[in-house]
């Protein structure tokens, strides 16, 4: 595959401090995600508006997922340092507004910067890596790029339990300045972008606008569709019918563009149509696990939330610890096969989801959390790098955002059709959760999906563009140049 060196941007920066300097980056948007669960009715007893707080969670994803693929485009026509610096400074701003926010709403409109900054710093954070970095090298970093979500997933909700009970909730987000200033400028001063020749691409403001528009509604209906609105009513019927518009207007234009906020034709490439293709599958099964599993430990098992959240780390554990390892595996064999043996676990996994009941032990259960993440780790981290090593420089950032943009995609799919499923059979109690004598067989079909999702990514990775000899070859090259070293 092309691309197999470090791009000259590597060779005039200090690769440790940068690779740091965008974990710090991940790391701010990781716990974000996750740290105002706990705090969630502290904030809403003091602000009030209690039947706004799910769109503190909601308007953050949304504003993530629909910035995503814009960010990533743009980083490669205006530059990796200039939007992940951008990026940053918008987290860093979401962050002071949600700080000292006197009502939920500036309190909403701060999670929606933080949200957009988290749009720029996960693409160009990963473009970033894979410009500086080796394909030998990228699974280890993409590793400690996935350790950080992992970590995350575990610390966010505890962290924001403790400053909501012993400080305030509002440290939650103060926390975020500094941090995000040290990121900012470990990034400015270590890590030097080469300049670019020729004339800059002109930006696609009307497509930007048309797939903005377009995603968020989509987003919007599949997020909220069953909660607020019911399936098939006008309100859903509406928001579906102006965002098919909205998004088929956009690939009309895109067709007739010369320069498109996002070139769909890098999709009619085998690796980069297919490893977008596993990415939205991905985000599937790790929002169906992240959402039901918890509330099948507790409302099924009768164990606390502690220990419900243990079941679950469990996948963020097997995920980064598989990541990490993957370059060894694909070093050997190839891309293909390495995503093959990862679908194939993430099968596995998802089976063994099939032997649960009402009697199940919480340890059989983080058990197989455990095997699908490490087969989301060989699946989601190989198809990823292949797809960015087929990419030019001038595109790996498209790339790149459209791969995470289509996980986000997956994950509201996710969420949406195993809500469906769960809502259909169960009520909800007074926090909001499902509950009922139905609840265990609910949770059983939802299991099943993710069999089902599992049984495509095992098809999807096998359509893989044949890589062994490349792999081989590439294996060949390095132990050279360790011999000639």
Aim: hydrophobic share 55%; proline share 4%.
């Amino acid at each position: 595959m092309p691309r197999n060196s470090v791009v000259s941007v590597g060779l005039r920066s200090e690769r440790g401090p940068i690779l740091l300097s965008l974990m710090l980056a991940t790391a701010l948007v990781a716990l974000d995600a996750t740290i105002i669960a706990t705090a969630s009715a502290t904030i809403a007893r003091e602000l009030g508006g209690f039947d706004q707080l799910p769109w503190l969670f909601s308007t953050y994803l949304l504003a993530q997922a629909v910035s995503t693929p814009l960010f990533g485009r743009l980083a490669d026509v205006l530059g990796r340092k200039r939007l992940m610096l951008a990026g940053v400074g918008l987290f860093f701003l979401g962050s002071v507004l949600c700080g000292v926010a006197p009502t939920m709403e500036l309190l909403i409109a701060g999670r929606v910067l933080q949200g957009l900054g988290a749009g720029a710093v996960m693409p160009v954070s990963m473009t970033i890596a894979a410009d500086i970095y080796t394909i030998e090298e990228r699974a280890k970093t993409q590793g400690y790029l996935a350790s950080v979500w992992a970590i995350s997933a575990v610390v966010g909700p505890t962290l924001g339990g403790v400053f909501s009970e012993f400080t305030s909730w509002r440290w939650i987000f103060l926390v975020n300045v500094p941090l995000c200033a040290l990121a900012a400028w470990m990034l400015a001063r270590r890590y030097h972008e080469p300049s670019r020749e020729g004339a800059r691409e002109p930006i696609d403001y009307l497509g930007a606008a048309l797939l903005a528009g377009g995603s968020t509604l989509l987003l919007l209906g599949l997020l909220e569709g069953g909660t607020r609105w019911a399936w098939g009513s006008p309100p859903s019927i509406a928001i579906f019918a102006v965002a098919a518009l909205l998004l088929a207007t956009f690939v009309l234009y895109g067709r007739r563009s010369r320069h498109p906020i996002v070139d769909l034709a890098i999709l009619r490439r085998r690796v980069v149509g297919v490893s977008t293709a596993v990415s939205l599958l991905v985000g599937v099964v790790v929002l169906g696990l992240s959402t039901y599993v918890p509330i099948y430990a507790q409302g099924v098992l009768g164990t606390g939330p502690l220990v419900a959240g243990f079941a679950l780390a469990a996948m963020t554990v097997g995920w980064p610890l598989s990541s990490s390892n993957a370059g060894h595996l694909y070093l050997r064999v190839g891309f293909r096969l390495t995503s093959v043996v990862g679908a194939g676990l993430a099968l596995v996994g998802t089976a063994l989801t099939l032997l649960l009941d009402a009697q199940s032990s919480v340890v059989a259960v983080a058990g197989a959390c455990f095997v699908i993440g490490a087969g989301m780790g060989l699946t989601s981290v190989p198809t990823l790098i292949a797809a960015q090593s087929q990419a030019s420089f001038t595109e790996r950032g498209a790339v790149t955002g459209t791969n995470m943009f289509a996980r986000s995609l997956g994950s509201a799919v996710g969420v949406a059709v195993c809500g469906a499923i769960v809502n259909a059979r169960t009520t909800l109690g007074p926090d909001g959760t499902p509950v009922g004598p139905g609840l265990m067989a609910a949770v059983h079909l939802v299991f099943v999906l993710l069999v089902g999702v599992a049984v495509a990514l095992v098809v999807l990775t096998s359509l893989m563009p044949r890589d062994r000899r490349d792999a081989q070859r590439r294996r060949a090259e390095q132990t050279a140049a360790r011999a000639a070293a």
